[in-house]
């Protein structure tokens, strides 16, 4: 198709990443003329964005993608290994999730380079005859009165389209019933769709390890370290990707041989005696990769004609791999409550829908993100604060039980069972075991101790439920379904 001033479509989506290259993909099978704007269509080269969890592969299946793992050498993952202090912990995916009548033969993530991925979900969006996927710079939202749409307060009117800058430098617009915004992690228009309050509490800092063989084949692993935890995952059949995460708004230099030598003599002597020579022959190497971990819980303003989708919109910390199973999650959810609408011209039928959207999406994001942000939390010592370290002792020794003491919480991680009721039993769950561990060793004196540690446990994840929406997350617990395909209880 030829690049006109002027183009009319369904459906304008901005931004071509793990949201928006699904969502076109979907709705251009569902029958809807789609354009894609991406800035850059090159292969995207990040440090996350490596692991699907089971919950957002089932999504993909879903969706139809699921070839968009194939012939990019990703790699199964089967749950996760955890080690602390010289003790470890394996906790397998729970299989109670699987139903094969809807074509899921085991539970299994995937891992892989981002940017690989990308690029097939991006081929099979470009694959459907009715999606075009074009290189462009959005500028603007378009109002009805053919101005700048800024927000809904501002200009009560409904979005008509997309202002963008094409390849060739020349100004176009792209005129649609619905605009949607999947423009990733630094959006351009969050500021005009939500209410975005960010927070920035570490950094991840990468590496890939060549040829090393990890203790659990196929397995996250998750050290924890002080002050903050460190994950290892394969993401080719030669490459393991390290995540060392750095708590605080500074990182050592790399220039100046700080981050080297933190990494030599601050992280090294906590990773497991197998994987440290590995870890240092990286370190010695270099190449070290850097990104903030960005916290954005969603805060979305009903806008007619537009809406906000991905990494624009909600963020949780990386911990747990949980940000590509929301999206897909969401992206899943949206296509099914769109497909019944003949088309978007009717304003009430499709702003009741997006409205709806929002609401529908809320228990499954919360539950994945509160989980996320939680455990980080959890996960990060170093703070001297007697009763945070008893729950990070008891939450370690809380999953190394196994059964239903690790499959309640690995099912949310997983994503198969993105329950809030879950997450709260189990939150808690933890918290009372970890009364019980100071009780059995200190006596009656570990009362007060034990108090403190419940106390710890809700100065935690109060904050992170109230940010998520306090109402909606209690309701979602009162009306929670009982999982999908569940062989027992949790």
Avoid at 13 to 29: E, F, Q, Y
Avoid at 179 to 205: A, Q, T
Avoid at 316 to 323: C, I, K, N, V
Wanted: with cysteine; proline share 7%.
């Amino acid at each position: 198709m030829t690049v006109s001033n002027e183009e009319t479509w369904d459906v304008v989506v901005v931004g071509a990443g793990v949201a928006g290259a699904s969502l076109a993909a979907r709705l251009g099978r569902d029958g809807r003329s789609v354009l894609v704007l991406e800035r850059d269509l090159r292969e995207p080269d990040r440090i996350i964005g490596e692991l699907l969890q089971p919950g957002g592969y089932q999504k993909l299946q879903d969706l139809g993608l699921e070839s968009c793992v194939e012939g990019i050498d990703a790699q199964e993952v089967h749950g996760y290994c955890i080690f602390r202090d010289g003790e470890q912990c394996v906790i397998p995916y729970p299989e109670a999730y699987v139903a094969e009548k809807d074509g899921y033969e085991h539970v299994a993530g995937r891992s892989f380079h981002h940017g690989r991925f990308i690029m097939k979900l991006r081929e099979a969006a470009a694959a459907v005859p009715n999606v075009e996927l074009r290189q462009g710079t959005a500028n603007k939202l378009l109002a009805e009165d053919g101005n700048e749409w800024v927000d809904h307060e501002t200009k009560p009117q409904r979005v008509i389209g997309v202002c963008y800058t094409d390849a060739q430098g020349k100004k176009c617009t792209a005129r649609a019933d619905l605009s949607i915004v999947c423009d990733g992690m630094y959006s351009k228009f969050r500021k005009n769709l939500s209410k975005p309050e960010i927070d920035h509490p570490s950094y991840f800092v990468g590496l890939i390890l060549e040829n090393c063989k990890l203790p659990e084949p196929n397995h996250g692993h998750v050290i924890l370290a002080d002050p903050s935890p460190v994950l290892f995952y394969p993401i080719s059949s030669t490459e393991t990707r390290v995540l060392v995460d750095i708590a605080g708004n500074r990182i050592p230099s790399t220039q100046t041989g700080d981050m080297a030598k933190y990494m030599k003599e601050s992280v090294a002597p906590q990773i497991p005696e197998s994987l440290r020579q590995p870890f240092l022959d990286a370190v010695e190497k270099g190449g070290f990769r850097s990104m903030r971990n960005p916290i954005l819980p969603g805060k979305p303003l009903h806008c007619p004609g537009a809406l906000l989708l991905g990494d624009a919109f909600n963020m949780r910390h990386p911990l747990t791999g949980g940000g590509m199973t929301v999206a897909l999650s969401d992206i899943s959810t949206l296509a099914d409550m769109l497909r019944p609408l003949p088309d978007f011209s009717d304003l009430e039928a499709s702003s009741r829908t997006t409205k709806a959207f929002y609401h529908k999406i809320r228990p499954i994001a919360a539950t994945i993100n509160t989980l996320a942000n939680a455990l980080y939390r959890v996960f990060c010592g170093g703070s001297g604060n007697k009763a945070h370290d008893e729950m990070r002792e008891a939450c370690f020794y809380y999953l190394k039980q196994g059964g239903v003491y690790s499959e309640g919480p690995i099912s949310l991680l997983s994503g198969l069972n993105p329950q809030p009721v879950v997450l709260v039993l189990h939150f808690f769950l933890v918290a009372f075991f970890g009364v019980k561990r100071v009780v059995s060793h200190y006596g009656l004196a570990g009362l007060w101790l034990g108090s403190q540690v419940i106390a710890c446990a809700t100065a935690i994840i109060y904050p992170i439920i109230k940010s998520e929406g306090l109402l909606h997350f209690m309701r979602a617990c009162a009306s929670a379904p009982r999982p999908s395909h569940p062989k027992k209880d949790l």
